[in-house]
Antibody
Framework: DVQLVESGGGSAQPGRSLRLSCAAS????????MHWVRQAPGKGLEWVSG????????GYADSVKGRFTISRDNAKNSLYLQLNSLRPEDTAFYYC??????????????WGQGILVSVSS | QSVLTQPPSVSAAPGQKVTISCSGS????????VSWYQQLPGTAPKLLIY???KPPSGIPDRFSGSKSGTSATLGITGLQTGDEADYYC???????????FGGGTKLTLL
């Protein structure tokens, strides 16, 4: 069975950094693009970033461009999201999601359970 | 303000049919596949429909999708209480090179 398990969330002050990880299992990790999608409490889904199967292509939402960095380690079946210069509006549940394809366009066919990032002073 | 426009809420009685619309533009829905997701309260989103009208394995045939021009529609027939959830459309935006989601539609059974 496909499993995506996020870790690394928690509380941070504005301007600080966090690093999210997503451990993947149950599929051939390096065959698929991966994404991060977030959801602020009580709000809708917002795509944050995606990375192609080999890491050659990455995309970011305008709201995080220049502050967040996506990466992957295919040898470790892991996806990462480095969150720098955090803002209160970055407070959300962050989901790791597997693409059905090796490039960035959706859909995402499997999702992790999500992890909360809370940014406040 | 989402790039894709969905009605905030829809409602219908158990056993009835409901449709949820998703409106975009030529740079997103008009030239890319649409997918739909169901998010039950307190859970992660689940893929319902991909490539406009294809259900993944295990999705009941009560759920269907269609696309025409720059709009897409999710249809749900034989509504059940377990269908009460938030529904989101998504696609790729070729001009922005980003994934875009609709604002979500809350389905309530009367």
């Amino acid at each position: 069975d496909v499993q995506l398990v996020e870790s690394g969330g928690g509380s941070a002050q504005p301007g600080r950094s966090l690093r999210l990880s997503c451990a993947a299992s149950g599929f051939t990790f390096d065959d698929y693009a991966m994404h991060w999608v977030r959801q602020a409490p009580g709000k809708g889904l917002e795509w944050v970033s995606g990375i192609s199967w080999n890491g050659a292509r990455m995309g970011y939402a305008d709201s995080v461009k220049g502050r967040f960095t996506i990466s992957r380690d295919n040898a470790k079946n892991s996806l990462y999201l480095q969150l720098n210069s955090l803002r209160p509006e970055d407070t959300a549940f962050y989901y790791c999601a597997k693409s059905r394809d090796y490039e960035l366009p959706p859909p995402c066919d499997y999702w992790g359970q999500g992890i909360l990032v809370s940014v406040s002073s | 303000q989402s790039v894709l426009t969905q009605p905030p809420s829809v409602s219908a009685a158990p056993g009835q049919k409901v449709t949820i619309s998703c409106s975009g533009s030529s740079s997103n829905i008009g030239n890319n596949y649409v997918s739909w997701y169901q998010q039950l309260p307190g859970t992660a989103p689940k893929l319902l429909i991909y490539d406009n009208n294809k259900p993944p394995s295990g999705i009941p045939d009560r759920f269907s999708g269609s696309k025409s021009g720059t709009s897409a529609t999710l249809g749900i027939t034989g509504l059940q209480t377990g269908d009460e959830a938030d529904y989101y459309c998504a696609t790729w935006d070729s001009s922005l090179s980003v994934v875009v989601f609709g604002g979500g539609t809350k389905l309530t059974l009367l």
